[in-house]
Structures are given as structure tokens and as C-alpha cells.
């Protein structure tokens, strides 16, 4: 089987497996992870270890013994099934050596970025860095794992950063590593420039933060903003299992919400639970109760007699027929107070409705007890999200100061003239002279006669001929030149094509995240000039090269095979960049220690 790999390369593993249905072996080398059908003479899936995005098992116990590796392409994995006697020792083999090969290249990285913990994986974006692997623990189905054995799933089932690099970060990072991870996954353009900058080495995970510090504050923020409780009605609805038992899921937020919606149901629950009844009892009861059946098609009249919640039943019940306790109104903003213009309503010519009293009426009598039950409990959801009101005592004295405030119209009241202070002017005379401005130069120089001025304006006038009545003709040369005035000027007005319209939209992108890349490293080379920070400053001079001598010069030849136009667009798109990047670089060299000459004595 020598002839099936390359020079220096040596097969590690091997074991026969399945692969889309068909016969063949599995071999894992020191360059790649390879399949052969049964019967070929060289690979059909060849995969780097370089390009191995993450490993995932089935679990043990399973009738087939699968392993599945998953590249750095997009939408790229490959399936394996083992077939021999020893499958799972064999499977648990690659695995554990694939394992190996994808902790050594996250080493790898690491030393790379300056020793900083690496980039954090982002499901939103498409990709998972090298050197943060994904690795899927056969004990645990479907929980990817990293190669240290921590646990790396996130919320929908993407690897998350917290556990990324455990034993490489503070105690306290696990929680700031989630938070990156998140907003990775909600902002695709930042999960592109985290993949430009940081897997390619250009700046280490810290320092791309660095400068993101406000997107952590805020994220976390929200993250810590709690949900108010739902003022809605519960409705509590049976799940059918297989044999067609009826059962109710009873969580700590539904029993809450229960205990909170009927009072009485609250106090039998902390009266018997868990002295005289067990809590599971307890809810088999009630569910089994007129309490619960009361408003269920009418099965309540059906349901076998209870004491506990007989007895709940009949307190709910009064508490409604009674109407609520008048609130009072002296706390009452007297702005606000609609009671103190009753008298006003009395005067004018509409009579009450009395249709919109409370119980009048026999749909509203009939009403009232579900109405009132609505608004206790919205009172109630209401009194636990603001918390209590502060008791008033009547000895407050009332304050009309805020009263006065909004009653008083400062355009109605008398207004006081301001002190002025008198401007006293000992020489008027001069005053006016220089108000005046320079009547002297607006003097007739002597010796001209005003008339003679006239005449000779007079005489000019009349001489000078002017043939209004004929039409004026445009010379051929002056109206091609304004015809080519005005389309130059409409040209510039209109919006010249962008790279948007003239590029493919993948390599527009490129464009995109090439010019964001350089752009944030420009930021990081002119952050970095101070002595002491001369190692960066140093990395993004490289750093800079590198986009220029490769990433710039890729996007301008797929942009030439193009055509001209796409070409002058992608040039157009990158040149301020390469303008930056010219000046900080001629900076560089020019603020770079020249070393001494050395000379000779004679």
C-alpha cells in the first residue's frame, strides 16, 4: 500500500469502513484522513489534518458505529461507518488520535497569537477556528467536547466559547468568553473580520477586543435584563403520551404562575405541602378537582368531591362575587383627579351611561366575576414586578407648589421691566458724525459741473445701439461647448458604478473583508508607535506587508480576469487602504533607528 501515499507520508490507523454506503478502508496518516473503496488504487476522500474542522461520534450502543469528520470548507463532511468485529476500539483509536493532531494544532495557534487565548468558534459566520477544534464525546451524544474534555456545545447546539481553552484562561473568563461567542454569532461582518484578523495571526484574541469593549458592556447589559412575568391567563394543556395517558408538566414557573393566579390554591398548597401531602399528590389532586374542571366544558359538576380545593373553590368564588375595596384618593395627584370635576358633568347636557355600570345590566352581572378575577390577577403580576406601594398617612400636608407650577402661565403674568443702565454721551455731535460714515469722499471733486456729468452720461447712452428686435443667434461652436459642459456636469452627478454592481458578489465581499481587515490593523500599527509597545508595532509592519504583497495583489488578478471596468472598480474600492498602508509604512521606515556607521581611524 506504499504506492497510495505520498513521499514521507506512513499510514498510522487503518479499519475497514463504509463510506456513503459503499466498502472500503479507512486510514489516518501523519498528513491526512483518508478513504479507499474496496479494490481502488488511491484515495477518494483525502482530507488535512490542517483542514479538519471537528470530529463528531455517535453514541455507544448504537447499531452502527459512526464517525463523522467535518471540514473547514462550508457544508463539506464525510461519514464513516466501521464494519469489523472491533469497530468501536477502532472508531475510539481515530478518534483519539484525531483528537491529538487537532490539540497540537491548537497549540500551534496559540503560540502563533503570542501565547493570548485563540479565536472563539462562530456558528453565525460560517466557520470554527483551527485552532478551537471540535471534538464529540461518544459518552454524551451530539455534545462536542474539546480535546481536553471540556464540554463546548452552545445554546443551539454550535460549539461555544465556554469551554474553549479552559486551563489557558482566568477563572473568571468563561463568562466573557460566552459573551463574545454571542455576539460573534448575532454579527456576521464582526465574525469575518474576527476570521481575518485573529486566524490569520494579524492581531492576537485580546487585542481584537480591545477596542470592542462598549459591544461586551452592552451585550452584557442585556444579558442581565430579566423578562417580566407574563400577565396572561395560564392555560395549563394535557400532553398525550403513547398509550394515550393524559399527563401535565408542572415546572417551578408554571406552579408559580398557578399559585399566583388563584390565592386559594396558594395557601392549601403552603397549609399541606409538605407536612400532610406529598407535592406530586398534591397536583394529581388538583388536576383531578371541580377547581381545575370548573371552566373545562363543564366537567366540574362530574368531578368526585374534595375537601382541600372544595373548600379553595368556594373561596375563590366569594372572593369574586365581592366587589373590590374602594381605594381612596387622598394620595392622588389633584392634576390627575377626574373626582373633583364631577359636579362639571352634572351641568352639561349628556346624561350618564348606564350601561358602563358594573353589574347593571345582566351580561355585565353575569361578567363580573371573570372580570374581576382578570384584574386581581393583573394586580397582583403588577404589585410583584413594581413591588409594594408605600402607605399614606393622612398627615402629610398637601404640596401646591407643583399645583401652582402647572397652572401658572408665565406669558399671563405681569412682566418687570428690566434695569437699564442709561447711556450717557458727553459729545454728540461726534456721536452722529461717525454713524454717519464718510461724507467727504461723496463729494463732487471741485472744479466739475454736475451737469456736464449728466449730458455726457446722456450722450453715451443714446449712442450706443442695441438691435432688441433681432433674434439672437448662437454661434455653432459655443452651443457644442455648452452641450458638452452639460453632460460632463451630468455625468458627475450622476452615481458612478461601485464594486457592488460591477463585481461578483463573492469576490465583492472578499473586497469587503479585505479592506475591514486592513483598515483595523492600520488602527492597531498607528496604536502601537510608543516604545514600549515596539513587539506589536513591529507585527502589524508585517502584518501590513502581508496584506499588500497577497490579499490586495489576489483581488486585483481575479479582478483583471474580469475585465477592465471590474478592475477600475476593485481599484477604486481598495485605494484609500493602499493609500494608508503607504503612509504607514513610509512612516515605519522613516521613524525606524538608523544604526551607526562605524569609522576608521586613521
Known amino acids: 500500500m506504499s504506492s497510495l501515499w505520498e513521499a514521507g507520508e506512513t499510514a498510522t490507523l487503518q479499519a475497514p469502513a463504509l463510506y456513503r454506503k459503499r466498502p472500503g478502508t479507512a486510514y489516518l496518516t501523519n498528513r491526512r484522513l483518508a478513504w479507499v473503496p474496496q479494490g481502488g488504487l488511491a484515495p477518494t476522500v483525502s482530507v488535512k489534518h490542517d483542514d479538519i474542522k471537528g470530529l463528531f461520534v455517535n453514541a455507544e450502543g448504537a447499531s452502527k458505529v459512526m464517525i463523522k469528520v467535518v471540514e473547514v470548507k462550508p457544508d463539506t463532511n464525510h461519514g464513516f461507518v466501521f464494519t469489523s468485529n472491533s469497530a468501536m476500539n477502532e472508531r475510539n483509536a481515530f478518534r483519539e488520535r484525531i483528537s491529538v493532531i487537532l490539540a497540537e494544532r491548537q497549540q500551534r495557534a496559540n503560540a502563533g497569537a503570542g501565547g493570548t487565548p485563540g479565536a472563539l468558534g462562530s456558528g453565525a459566520a460560517g466557520y470554527t477556528p483551527a485552532g478551537s477544534p471540535i471534538v464529540s464525546d461518544s459518552s454524551t451524544p451530539g455534545t462536542p467536547r474539546t480535546p481536553g474534555g471540556q464540554s463546548r456545545m452552545g445554546p443551539n447546539g454550535v460549539t461555544g466559547p465556554g469551554g474553549v481553552r479552559r486551563g489557558m484562561n482566568a477563572p473568571g473568563a468563561s463568562a466573557d468568553l460566552k459573551i463574545r461567542f454571542e455576539l460573534l454569532k448575532q454579527n456576521k461582518e464582526l465574525a469575518l473580520l474576527h ?40 392555560d395549563l394543556k394535557p400532553e398525550t403520551g403513547e398509550s394515550n395517558d393524559v399527563k401535565y408538566v408542572m415546572t417551578p414557573q408554571v406552579i408559580h404562575s398557578v399559585c ?17 401531602l406529598s407535592e406530586a399528590e398534591f397536583w394529581k389532586r388538583y388536576f383531578q378537582s371541580r377547581f381545575f374542571h370548573r371552566s373545562r366544558s363543564g366537567r366540574g359538576a362530574n368531578e368526585p368531591d374534595d375537601d382541600i380545593f372544595d373548600r379553595a373553590l368556594e373561596e375563590d368564588e366569594e372572593e369574586t362575587k365581592n366587589a373590590p375595596k374602594r381605594i381612596k384618593l387622598d394620595h392622588i395627584n389633584r392634576l390627575v383627579d377626574l373626582s373633583t370635576t364631577e359636579e362639571d358633568h352634572f351641568e352639561s347636557y349628556t346624561s350618564p351611561d348606564s350601561t358602563m355600570a358594573a353589574g347593571k345590566t345582566k351580561e355585565s352581572k353575569e361578567a363580573m366575576p371573570l372580570i374581576r378575577r382578570f384584574n386581581r390577577y393583573a394586580q397582583r403580576v403588577l404589585n410583584s414586578t413594581v413591588g409594594p406601594k408605600k402607605p399614606t398617612t393622612g398627615s402629610e400636608p398637601f404640596n401646591m407648589n407643583g399645583v401652582e407650577r402647572a397652572i401658572v402661565l408665565e406669558d399671563l403674568q405681569e412682566q ?25 469722499s461723496s463729494k463732487i471733486p471741485e472744479g466739475q459741473d454736475p451737469a456736464d456729468i449728466l449730458k455726457r452720461f446722456y450722450d453715451e447712452f443714446i449712442s450706443h445701439n442695441v438691435g432688441l428686435n433681432k433674434p439672437f443667434v448662437i454661434p455653432e461652436s459655443t452651443f457644442d461647448y455648452l452641450m458638452k459642459n452639460v453632460k460632463v456636469n451630468r455625468a458627475k452627478m450622476m452615481p458612478p458604478k461601485d464594486g457592488s454592481q460591477l463585481l461578483p458578489q463573492q469576490l465583492y465581499q472578499e473586497a469587503l473583508s479585505c479592506h475591514a481587515a486592513g483598515n483595523e490593523i492600520l488602527r492597531h500599527f498607528w496604536a502601537s508607535t510608543t516604545p514600549d509597545k515596539m513587539a506589536k508595532h513591529l507585527r502589524m509592519i508585517e502584518s501590513l506587508k502581508k496584506i499588500r504583497d497577497e490579499n490586495i495583489k489576489s483581488l486585483m488578478i481575479q479582478a483583471s480576469s474580469l475585465g477592465a471596468e471590474c478592475l477600475d472598480a476593485m481599484k477604486m474600492m481598495l485605494k484609500p487602504m493602499q493609500t494608508g498602508i503607504q503612509k504607514a509604512l513610509k512612516h515605519a521606515e522613516t521613524a525606524r533607528p538608523r544604526q551607526p556607521i562605524a569609522r576608521k581611524l586613521a
Open 195 to 234: 476570521k481575518e484578523l485573529v486566524m490569520g495571526k494579524h492581531v492576537s484574541e485580546e487585542e481584537f477586543w480591545e477596542s470592542r469593549k462598549h459591544l461586551l458592556r452592552n451585550k452584557a447589559a442585556m444579558d442581565q435584563q430579566q423578562k417580566g412575568q407574563s400577565s396572561a391567563w395560564l
Open 260 to 276: 399566583q393566579q388563584y390565592p386559594s390554591i396558594k395557601r392549601a398548597y403552603d397549609t399541606f405541602v409538605p407536612d400532610k
Open 416 to 440: 418687570k421691566e428690566a434695569t437699564k443702565i442709561v447711556l450717557d454721551i458727553q459729545d454728540t455731535r461726534r456721536y452722529f458724525e461717525s454713524q454717519g460714515g464718510d461724507v467727504k
